[in-house]
């Protein structure tokens, strides 16, 4: 474990990752400053903190050009910023709380998971795969929210060791990993996304990367040659460990699909009829959390019952109800193009598709290949005008609120009908984040009456 007493830290932002990471550090004896954006009277932790001895600062300039140790950044912050920058240029490491859990905690065995689509569905139904095998000693942590800094602590990481730790990592959180490897890792897919932030799309391809290229020969990375971009960029940035394919369409792959079945080489994992999600990005997500559950020593008989049983998360292309012969389904963590477009693909029915929120300034020119079963597009919220125009021109609708956009569907929907809520962006124009959208949207529709 790495001796923390006596130094100065800098937190970066608090959050739920910031507010972990202090714990985590107050624990360790470090001496802990808070750089935060709000004043100390709108932080309601504010009083907790001072308790705990950590100092509580602005922003300004001369809180950076103090002198620290490390500085424990929130993956929030760009590292683009200019302090960020100027902290880097004095030779201050600057991590995520990711890398801190990683590096005071004793050896663990950490399945991670990323990618632009999909992380949250495959994370989630890995981490009861990997319960089922291993009662009491699994936990998922880390983007799906809960910080790894959090896990550690509540369940005494930094003694106990052999536990297994199912990690939904972001770019966000892989752009500043120092030493962090998982024992299994998988990059889902690769779609445009958080450009705005990144600078680049070659920056947040490069990100991703990040997950695997510590790893070590006996660990494992399960490549997706199903997505053109996971190929070359693991080709550009070589996988320094075992690596394992999966398909859905050449059966060369380790883990493809064959008659019907999941497999992994000759082996048959579980029949398809068995999955009960929807949707073949669904087909991928499971096979990509068997990948990582076998690399953990799970048998396939765990496996195939659990993933059996799994109905899907919440936000992510789930099922709210039918109502006169309508179904509704809650796709609120559908933040991007790519997603939407997942979600589509999902459908053979016609779909009334609700688009709006946050102006990212993604084009739609891919989504709108695959609106040959929408029946309606209705934009809201502050790039819901733009999104209709760029979609379906004329022919669809623009309210301000999703609660309009939704009675606009309810009132066109017919028996046999889907209403799906997949914004293609953020939610911050109206909502505190994607979760809170999906609520609200979720209560909208169970308030619908016969």
Not at 117 to 128: I, R
Not at 426 to 445: A, H, I, M, P, T
Request: proline share 4%; net charge negative; hydrophobic share 40%.
């Amino acid at each position: 474990m790495c001796d923390f007493n006596g130094r100065k830290v800098l937190v970066l932002g608090l959050a739920r990752s910031g507010l972990a990471a202090i714990e985590l550090l107050r624990k360790l004896g470090a001496e802990i400053t808070l750089s935060e954006m709000r004043t100390e009277d709108q932080i309601k932790e504010a009083a907790m903190l001072r308790e705990m001895g950590v100092r509580i600062v602005g922003q300004t300039p001369d809180v950076f050009e103090e002198e620290y140790d490390l500085v424990v950044k929130n993956p929030g912050i760009p590292s683009s910023k200019p302090f960020v920058k100027s902290l880097r240029a004095r030779g201050i490491p600057v991590i995520t709380e990711i890398e801190l859990g990683f590096a005071v905690a004793k050896p663990q065995h950490y399945l991670a998971v990323t990618g632009t689509n999909g992380k949250t569905t495959t994370a989630t139904l890995l981490g009861e795969i990997v319960k089922a095998a291993y009662p009491g000693k699994t936990h998922v942590t880390g983007n799906i929210g809960v910080p790894l800094c959090r896990t550690i602590l509540d369940y005494d990481l930094m003694n106990e060791e052999g536990h297994y730790i199912v990690l939904e990592i972001s770019n966000f959180q892989l752009v500043d990993i120092v030493q962090f490897h998982p024992q299994a890792a998988v990059i889902l897919n690769l779609t445009p996304d958080h450009v705005d932030v990144m600078g680049s799309l070659e920056n947040y391809y490069e990100s991703k990367t990040r997950v695997y290229r510590r790893m070590t020969p006996d660990e494992v990375f399960i490549r997706n040659t199903d997505d053109a971009d996971v190929v070359e960029y693991t080709g550009t940035y070589p996988v320094p460990c075992k690596r394992l394919d999966m398909s859905l369409t050449d059966e060369k792959a380790f883990y493809h699909l064959q008659d019907g079945w999941m497999m992994a080489g000759d082996d048959k994992i579980m029949p398809l009829d068995e999955i009960k999600i929807v949707g073949m990005h669904n087909v991928q997500n499971c096979m990509a959390a068997a990948a990582l559950a076998r690399a953990a020593g799970v048998a396939d008989e765990t496996i195939r019952s659990v993933i059996a049983a799994f109905k899907g998360v919440e936000h992510r292309i789930e099922f709210v109800r039918e109502l006169n012969g309508v179904r509704y389904y809650n796709d609120s963590k559908g933040t991007n193009p790519d997603a939407t477009i997942t979600a589509l693909k999902a459908f053979t029915q016609p779909v009334l598709l609700l688009v709006g929120g946050f102006e990212k300034g993604l084009a739609m020119d891919e989504v709108k290949k695959y609106i040959g079963n929408v029946k309606k597009v209705i934009g809201f919220g502050a790039c819901g005008k733009r999104l209709v125009a760029e979609l379906t021109g004329d022919d669809g609708i623009v309210v301000e609120t999703m609660q309009q956009a939704l009675q606009e569907a309810v009132s066109l929907a017919e028996s046999g009908d889907v209403i799906l809520l997949s914004p293609t962006t953020s939610s911050f124009d109206q909502f505190s984040c994607y979760e809170e959208r999906g609520e609200v949207f979720v209560k909208l529709v169970n308030e619908l009456q016969v």
